[in-house]
């Protein structure tokens, strides 16, 4: 058997080489490593193609496909989410994603996304905080406790210094999940029984629940002024976490509104309601939290240009080590023009 030209082949990190980057580099440094490239990215918004992703839905959840480009790299995550799933023993959400030259139109990076996702979505949410929580926020309500509220929890802490979370769930065995990996991280967890106690203190309010339907998650009583909302379980039409109430009352901040309109918090406002790019705050385009008693709220969907920042991130980051193998994933005829020849001397 002919051994593969270096053409041929296409760097792969597999979930086990993904955790074992992770642990290297360190979860919380990995988190501000990812939110300094996606701030990066943001402050160059204007040069990416941009597109809501494209959705197949079906009445058990959804498959996806996100793609986008800097004109120089090309990067797409396939990602889907199935809230039934966790019945049946599986993950919510799984991903993988491909960052490839523009130039060549050859892949560059073949990689698991389903951890890589919880943590840029928690780098995202951390970096939008830096941004929009008030100044010196030590408290988060985390309000769903699957499997993104540790991250999220741990971004909060390495970003902008969160000490406290406040956790809730309406399945305690969640709540308590989560507790036991927060154990020992030096941020103080506290278990609450109810959403309305979850809040208590809390200068920044996290939901992020599973259920594929419309929810209110928070009422608009249970919000007061002067908290920063961090909403980031609505991610598909239909799915909601929010009372309209308290979106009328906030300043909203979004990624890409043709995608959020459909997807987030605010498909339940009309087609017109104010909502400000979060690229533009941090270009410095526009301002982000302007006083004490404003509500800010992130509608937090998900946007293919944070996916591209984390693949160029780990593109970067496993030049020179053993976090990833070879594929052999792309033809290479000796001749561009014979691929029949190469498949002919290939035969046994």
């Not at 039934?84 to 960052?99: D, M």
Request: charged share 25%; hydrophobic share 40%.
């Amino acid at each position: 058997m002919t051994q593969p030209s270096e053409k041929a082949l296409v760097p792969f990190v597999s979930v086990d080489n993904m955790m074992r980057l992770i642990h290297h580099v360190g979860i919380e440094q990995m988190m501000r490593d990812l939110a300094e490239y996606v701030e990066e990215d943001f402050k160059r918004w204007e040069l990416f193609d941009k597109t809501p992703r494209v959705a197949s839905h079906s009445d058990v959840g959804v498959i996806e496909l996100m793609p986008t480009s800097d004109g120089e790299a090309y990067g797409f995550k396939y990602v889907n989410g199935h809230p039934k799933n966790t019945s049946e023993g599986l993950q919510t959400v799984t991903a993988f994603g491909l960052l490839a030259d523009v130039y060549t139109g050859y892949p560059v990076l073949l990689t698991e996304m389903t951890i890589l996702t919880a943590l840029r979505t928690a780098a995202t949410s951390a970096m939008a905080a830096k941004y929009l929580a008030p100044k010196g926020s030590t408290t988060m309500a985390m309000i769903g406790n699957g499997a993104q509220s540790e991250f999220q929890t741990l971004a909060m802490k390495a970003i902008i210094g969160l000490k406290s979370v406040r956790l809730y769930d309406n399945d305690q065995a969640a709540t308590e999940k989560c507790a036991r990996n927060l154990q020992g991280m030096g941020i103080e967890v506290v278990s609450c029984k109810t959403p309305e106690e979850a809040i208590e203190g809390a200068q920044i309010l996290t939901t992020c629940t599973a259920d594929k339907q419309y929810a209110t998650i928070l009422t608009d009583n249970m919000v007061g002024s002067g908290v920063h909302i961090n909403a980031i379980g609505g991610d598909c039409p239909g799915k909601t976490e929010l009372a309209p109430g308290i979106l009328s009352r906030s300043d909203v901040f979004v990624e890409y509104p043709p995608q959020t309109r459909i997807e987030g918090e605010i498909q339940q406002m009309p087609e017109d309601f104010a909502v400000t790019e979060l690229w533009e705050v941090i270009a410095g385009k526009k301002p982000g939290r302007t006083g004490d008693r404003q509500i800010t709220l992130f509608d937090s969907v998900g946007f293919a240009i944070e996916d591209f920042s984390a693949l160029r991130y780990i593109r970067d980051r496993i030049k020179g080590t053993d976090y990833f193998i070879d594929l052999d994933m792309l033809a290479d005829p000796d001749d561009p023009r014979d691929l029949f020849g190469m498949l002919q001397r290939a035969k046994p």
